[in-house]
């Protein structure tokens, strides 16, 4: 791999994240192609230099560039996925079609596993490109502060050092700070397993239950994620770190979190139907709380919260039931 600096990039996906990780590298890097699905949306950005239906405040630079041909993508060192979890294989298998060269830099931002299979972002990308460089981010990473330039932190992971370390130089700004790891595994599923968790705490906010029993409910979400994510190959220290208590922190708490918007919703007693049509964005933890509910069953964790969400997304428990049974189990130590 070259060790040339990094003077352009390709984003997939032009979302909220897409939008926000375009504007935060465009000061970094001489060109940014932003490649979304829709040429509408594409031609609306380039002519005003803002995203009509994401981060429509926010003005993107002049080396920002919008496009809906994927193949636009092939003449970049580095190709970032930001888009959802369940448009990645899809998105991976077009890129290689297309021929993109053994060399080029993926970078994952999606932050969610694939139903089914339960494979990590990284894996999907590394079973389709198997000699690319490939790496993951993640952290407490809202799109709408990192594209305000509000102070932000996330951790770059990667098998290779060097990569971890080009990729830390690339995304050290100002205002954004970042770390290097070579525990994908934990990071990844740090990352996936918190959306859930959002959604338990918004579902919590909605019912009234308190400041108390969300705290709690988020302690014991960390339990959790800890005792699954290492089962599942993760370190401990991982979800000590950014992409595992950092994450979760902010995915449970803050306004921007639509995982929480929708749990808001469900414990106020909206339709899971409603609740996501209401909010007019994916929230990753809806259909990550299948696959990674399937993960669980396949390692044989104990998962009471991961659970409870389970029952009320696709089994029809409501939110007030589920949350008196997650209260009233069986009495246990704490660390156990």
Do not use: W
Not at 129 to 139: K, Q
Not at 302 to 307: E, G, K, L, M, S
Request: hydrophobic share 40%; net charge negative.
């Amino acid at each position: 791999m070259s060790e040339s600096k990094l003077t352009s990039a390709a984003v997939l996906g032009s979302g909220s994240f897409g939008t926000a990780i375009a504007k935060l590298l465009s000061p970094r890097l001489d060109r940014i192609d932003l490649i979304g699905r829709d040429c509408e949306t594409a031609e609306t950005i380039n002519r005003e230099h803002r995203n009509p239906h994401y981060l429509s405040d926010i003005a993107l630079d002049e080396n920002v560039y919008a496009s809906c041909d994927l193949a636009d993508a092939l003449a970049h060192p580095l190709v970032i996925f930001a888009v959802p979890t369940s448009a990645t294989r899809e998105t991976a298998r077009k890129l290689a079609a297309a021929g993109l060269p053994e060399q080029t830099i993926l970078l994952s931002c999606a932050k969610g596993i694939e139903k089914h299979t339960g494979d990590r972002m990284s894996q999907i990308l590394r079973e389709i490109f198997p000699a690319n460089p490939i790496a993951v981010l993640s952290g407490p990473n809202h799109a709408e502060e990192i594209a305000t330039g509000m102070a932000t932190c996330a951790v770059i992971g990667s098998e290779d050092h060097n990569l971890a370390v080009r990729l830390q130089d690339l995304f050290t700004l100002p205002h954004f700070r970042s770390y290097t790891s070579d525990d994908l595994a934990g990071i990844e599923f740090g990352g996936a397993v918190k959306n859930v968790y959002a959604i338990a705490a918004g579902m919590a906010h909605g019912l009234g239950l308190g400041d108390n029993a969300v705290a709690a409910l988020v302690t014991r979400a960390l339990a959790e994620m800890t005792r699954l994510g290492t089962a599942l190959g993760g370190r401990l220290e991982t979800f000590a770190g950014l992409s595992g208590v950092g994450d979760l922190i902010v995915t449970c708490f803050s306004e921007h979190s639509r995982n929480h918007r929708v749990g808001l919703a469900l414990g106020g007693g909206k339709t899971l139907e409603e609740a996501v049509a209401a909010l007019g964005m994916v929230a990753e933890g809806v259909p990550n709380t299948l696959s990674i509910h399937e993960a669980a069953r396949r390692v044989g964790v104990r998962t009471p919260i991961i659970d409870s969400v389970y029952s009320i997304l696709y089994e029809g428990k409501s939110a007030p039931l589920a949350m008196q049974d997650l209260l009233t189990r069986d009495k246990r130590p704490e660390h156990s």
